[in-house]
């Protein structure tokens, strides 16, 4: 018989150097009255700085109205992928929207962010071509790479004269050069001006993962629109319904071409039941949100910018973030772990963030538009007390 034990080790070991991890499910919070910081985990009550949620959207009354419409009208599942009978006039409004929204020719829907990457960079990336990868892009885009078969090779982070050199040495059918626009874990941006310079020297393709760029910079339109940047047939971007915009699944915009061949080689795409109506219906009016509410936008960056002047007054190292995304480096993993219960203990949710998510153990902050100005104070007041 299997031995039923044998995975022991193995989680001792994960518990020795502070490594295992518990899920920890929320229980709703009392009175639901729309956009909230707060979150109850064990029947107590904290300010949430853990969430992607950066606009205040997954707990919009609105998107609940078009969600239940929605399901008024189709039903609540899909019941089949998009390519049998899954889909709805939704999916295909929710993508020419996601068109004009990237201004690019064509959008397609897929399920998740990591589905996303791991379906399309194997469908524009095959073994006789060769990927040029961020050393700090995410999980999902390493295991893209992986699951392609092209040739990789690893930049380091943000290094457009290292990416340059390798480039040069690479030689195959088609180039891929890959980065995330914002980075989930250090909250930098990707010099975007630069590697679109480098691609086109290199006559290469260019693959952005604007997850947690798209509805936070360059007005909500993300990374490429941040930077002045028109979008090029060469550039495919990715990007998700599940952070700022407050809904759920992925979408990747690009030219024509690429989304037909997505359409017919992405296998997450293609082998996966389509999402809900209900979902894609809280999609559609999160992006018309996001451009109708610019005001959305403007207090989130406030907000930003009130919290990361007060950690650096403090002399806390906030790494290389530019974004909402704050990183605080405290130490080794029982530091970061200790500091994280501190915040606990004084009602403030901020997980530490361990190997092998990160080299370095950090607090991962994350600010919103829905948290208040004194949200952000006691988080500050709190983290000078540590």
């Not at 009978?85 to 929207?97: D, I, P, V, Y």
């Not at 339109?221 to 990715?238: D, K, N, T, V």
């Not at 007060?310 to 993993?333: C, H, K, Q, W």
Request: charged fraction near 20%; hydrophobic fraction near 40%.
């Amino acid at each position: 018989m299997p031995d039923a034990d044998a995975f022991t080790p193995e989680l001792d070991e994960l518990r020795r150097r502070s490594l295992l991890r518990e899920i920890r499910d929320r229980a709703p919070v009392t009175p639901a009255a729309g956009p909230s910081p707060k979150i109850v985990l064990a029947d107590r009550e904290y300010v949430n700085f853990a969430s992607n949620d950066y606009l205040g959207l997954a707990g919009s009354q609105e998107l609940s109205a078009a969600a239940r419409r929605a399901e008024d009208l189709y039903g609540f599942g899909a019941a089949a992928s998009r390519l049998l009978s899954g889909g709805t006039e939704l999916h295909r409004t929710l993508e020419s929207l996601m068109a004009r929204f990237k201004l690019t020719d064509s959008a397609l829907v897929m399920n998740s962010g990591y589905t996303a990457n791991i379906s399309a960079i194997p469908s524009i990336a095959r073994e006789i071509d060769c990927i040029l990868s961020d050393e700090l892009n995410h999980a999902s885009i390493v295991d893209g790479c992986r699951l392609s078969g092209a040739r990789r090779a690893v930049y380091r982070h943000g290094d457009v004269e290292h990416l340059r050199t390798l480039m040069t040495h690479e030689g195959c059918r088609r180039k891929v050069v890959i980065t995330d626009t914002v980075f989930s874990m250090d909250g930098d941006i990707a010099p975007l001006n630069e590697l679109v310079t480098v691609c086109e020297e290199g006559r290469a393709l260019l693959y952005l993962d604007d997850a947690h760029g798209t509805g936070v910079l360059g007005d909500g339109r993300g990374a490429l629109h941040h930077f002045g940047l028109g979008p090029q047939p060469w550039i495919i971007q990715m990007g998700t319904f599940s952070k700022a915009l407050g809904s759920f699944g992925a979408f990747v915009a690009a030219g024509s071409e690429v989304v037909d061949v997505l359409t017919n080689t992405a296998r997450g795409f293609m082998y996966s039941t389509a999402l809900p109506p209900g979902v894609i219906a809280a999609s559609i009016r999160a992006v018309q949100l996001v451009q109708e509410r610019q005001d959305l936008i403007e207090r989130l960056w406030s907000n930003r910018q009130r919290l990361h002047q007060a950690l650096g007054s403090l002399g806390f190292d906030t790494m290389r973030s530019e974004t909402p995304i704050i990183p605080v480096a405290v130490g080794d993993v029982r530091a970061t772990l200790r500091l994280a219960d501190h915040l606990c203990e004084n009602g403030l949710y901020a997980p530490a963030i361990r190997p092998p998510t990160v080299a370095t153990p950090r607090i991962r902050i994350t600010v919103t538009a829905a948290h208040t100005t004194e949200d952000l104070d006691r988080l500050t007041h709190v983290l000078s007390r540590a």
